[in-house]
């Protein structure tokens, strides 16, 4: 039975989204398809439960499949019926029009022709009343037609620039509008274990790819820079075949591709060294796989060969795996040795009378098949058994170099496992097949796939395909031509979407120190399936804003506003553009630095303050001092004035730097003489910057006041010496 879901929830991570939709029906069978699902369904991805239902119901399995819609079923959408017509009566005006031109092409060839007389006759009069007639009926005529073309022009503009904007208005309208006349989408299968009458509610998870989204933020703080509200926004870019309207949104900086198997720890021994165990999950093939074959073999023979006819006879069946036994047997073992009789070895009348059936050891591969990988067999244990002495010891021999033989000649292993398993004697021994460890790929339970008896060498055996093989592992009620097309227009989309452009100051989504982060959001939102950038709200930022002015006057007076931002989430803030406003007027657009969740020392730049000015003198003199006057004294004084012309307190920094001497110079000195009001010494790194001598002042200047700092800086030096660039400084 199909039925319809409703998308719920949907978590978008770096590139690619997982969709979950759920249905509610009234009693299902033991088959049901989820129909209506978009192209982009990855084929392994796709999950499903029983969320409410009869006890023991729950799901078996889970297979994607297609589905189409076509005739009647299809309701084409507004914009394509717009189109439609917007097309039938541009074809109306031009034919209209043309009509129109034609006419007045006729009536410009409408003219009088004069008479010409015979030779010898009279010229007759001129026919002035049918000239003017005529030349009258021209005239209206066409003063009519013309008047009819030039409306009919009009309305032709008019309609050919309404067909253009129904045109763009399609280009850019979702891609789940329909525009064809049938619809190829992907389906869900899935197998219940029973039946069940009451109301049952199902749930399908599936990835698709082309979704990207890139985070930014708005800022809006109050006059006074005071306080503020910070809220996250996501750009989100989908063309996955569906709107989402109304769902449940996530944004994760986490991958889709990333591997998440749960690592193994290897134990560590002392002592003599050991084969590694086999993986669990694994199991050796039976014996006699290609003999369930025989049949379809044998039938596609009669079917390729056709009708019987005069033929000679079939050969004769080969001899049972026994009697080859024998043979090989007869030709390794010594001259002088007595033969073993048919009782010995353990063959029966019955064994030698009826020989089994033919085996097919073909490992051509059908064209068009893709390769698979089958999985050898393993040998089995040797089952202990009577004798030994110097029979049993050629025996071992000969059983040896007859597997050396047929893995030279290229034997299956089934004849090598036969081999292995009851010597000619009845006597065991060790096998001689190594252990098989299966590959990585054979234990993806999800990749493997089973083909088809066509497929010689690999029918009956499990094998791994890759995942664009695995989409087309299920019968498919299309024809694969269609399929292969759809899909190859969506792949398209989806490559460019991808490949979009980034918009202005975003910065790609990433992991931030070696984490992920997941944001949800606080309401539902709707994003249209178009391939474009289109913003949703995502969540208000707890965070707290602390406004904060920052001068360098001796590099640049002007003074600078600052938001220390104190991130009090459990999320980082990721690095994207902001857009600030005061109030309720724009300031303007910059970029949010990245910060982790409980930092309180990133800070934002909001541009120049110019109600607050910074004026810096400085004096410079240089004196002797020192015992006898071996060095100099370089004096440097500062005088800084803060005027704040805002009417709200500024707390503002001061940033000043002062010579260091390096540690090897030990003759040099710096001294901090007077400094008024203190300053703080500043070690490490501030604002991702390390600045070796930084010194910095701190206070809040009240509205309208005045606020003056002074420092005084000595150096002595040696007064054979001078400093690098002059020994003025300031």
Avoid at 73 to 85: G, M, N, P, Y
Avoid at 244 to 261: C, E, F, H, P
Avoid at 413 to 441: D, H, K, L, N, Q
Avoid at 451 to 474: C, H, M
Wanted: aromatic fraction near 6%; hydrophobic fraction near 40%.
């Amino acid at each position: 039975m199909n039925i319809t879901s409703d998308l719920q929830t949907v978590t978008i991570y770096r590139e690619g989204a997982v969709c979950t939709r759920r249905a509610k029906v009234d009693g299902v069978s033991t088959e049901v398809r989820v129909v209506g699902l978009p192209m982009g369904l990855v084929a392994g991805s796709v999950r499903g439960r029983i969320l409410t239902g009869p006890v023991g119901l729950r799901v078996l399995d889970v297979r994607p499949g297609f589905d189409v819609q076509f005739g009647d079923t299809v309701d084409e959408s507004a914009e394509v019926k717009a189109r439609d017509a917007a097309k039938l009566e541009v074809s109306r005006l031009e034919a209209s029009f043309n009509r129109f031109d034609g006419e007045l092409r006729e009536l410009q060839s409408l003219k009088p022709i004069a008479f010409t007389p015979k030779e010898g006759e009279a010229p007759r009069p001129a026919p002035v009343e049918a000239t003017l007639t005529l030349t009258g009926f021209v005239d209206t005529r066409m003063e009519q037609l013309l008047k009819d073309k030039r409306a009919v022009e009009k309305q032709l503009k008019d309609a050919r620039e309404e067909l253009q904007l129904r045109e763009r208005r399609l280009n850019e309208a979702s891609s789940e509008k329909r525009s064809q006349r049938a619809k190829v989408t992907r389906a869900i299968v899935l197998s219940l274990s029973m039946e069940a009458t009451g109301p049952v509610e199902l749930e399908v998870e599936y990835q698709v790819p082309g979704v990207r989204w890139v985070p930014n933020y708005t800022l809006r703080l109050e006059k006074g820079f005071q306080g503020g509200t910070l809220r996250m926004r996501a750009s989100i870019a989908q063309d996955t075949g569906e709107d989402w309207k109304g769902v449940a949104l996530s944004l994760s900086t986490a991958t889709l591709l990333r591997r998440t198997d749960v690592p193994e720890l290897k134990s560590l021994r002392i002592g003599r060294s050991q084969p590694q165990p086999p993986k669990p999950g694994f199991r050796a093939l039976p014996p006699g796989l290609d003999e369930l074959f025989a049949g379809y073999d044998s039938m596609s023979r009669v079917a390729i060969a056709g009708p019987p006819s005069a033929a000679p006879p079939p050969p004769a069946p080969p001899p049972p795996p026994r009697l080859r036994q024998q043979e090989k047997m007869k030709k390794m073992a010594p001259r002088d040795e007595p033969e073993p009789e048919a009782d010995e070895v353990g063959a029966s009348p019955d064994e030698v009378a009826e020989p089994p059936p033919q085996r097919s050891r073909a490992v051509a591969r059908a064209p068009g098949a893709p390769p698979m990988a089958a999985a050898p067999s393993m040998a089995m244990p040797a089952p202990k058994g009577r004798g030994g002495g110097a029979f049993g010891g050629m025996a071992r021999m000969a059983v040896g170099a007859m597997v050396k033989e047929s893995a030279d000649e290229g034997g299956d292993s089934e004849e090598m496992a036969m081999i292995s398993e009851e010597s000619p004697t009845g006597s065991g021994f060790a096998p001689v097949i190594p252990t098989y460890t299966p590959a990585e790929g054979l234990l993806d339970y999800d990749r493997l796939r089973m083909p088809g008896p066509e497929v010689p060498g690999a029918r009956g055996k499990l094998s791994q395909t890759s995942e664009f093989d695995a989409v087309f592992a299920i019968g498919v009620s299309v024809q694969v031509d269609v399929v292969m097309a759809v899909l190859s227009t969506w792949q398209q989309r989806w490559y460019k979407v991808t490949h979009l452009a980034l918009p202005p100051r975003c910065v790609q989504v990433a992991s931030f120190d070696q984490f992920d982060f997941r944001y949800d959001c606080a309401a539902p939102v709707e994003v249209p399936s178009t391939g474009t950038w289109s913003t949703v709200a995502v969540m208000e930022c707890r965070v707290g804003l602390t406004p904060q002015y920052v001068c360098v006057p001796s590099v640049e007076p002007k003074v600078f506003r600052t938001l220390a931002i104190a991130n009090s989430t459990t999320s980082a803030l990721l690095s994207g553009p902001v857009e600030v406003s005061v109030g309720d007027e724009f300031l303007m657009t910059t970029t949010m630095p990245a910060i982790p969740p409980g930092a309180n020392t990133e800070r934002l730049g909001l541009g120049v303050e110019e109600a607050i000015k910074v004026a810096r003198k400085t004096n410079f003199a240089e004196t002797t001092g020192g015992f006898l006057g071996g060095s100099q004294v370089l004096k440097h004084e500062l005088d800084l004035e803060v005027n704040n012309r805002l009417s709200t307190p500024a707390a503002i920094e001061i940033r000043e730097r002062v010579p260091v001497a390096y540690p090897s110079e030990k003759d040099i000195k710096v001294e901090e003489a007077e400094v008024k009001p203190p300053w703080e010494k500043v070690e490490g790194v501030v604002d991702g910057v390390a600045i070796s001598g930084m010194r910095r002042w701190r206070l809040t200047v009240p509205p309208g006041g005045r606020t003056t700092m002074t420092a005084q800086v000595l150096v002595r030096i040696p007064a054979d010496k001078m400093l690098v660039g002059g020994n003025r400084r300031g």
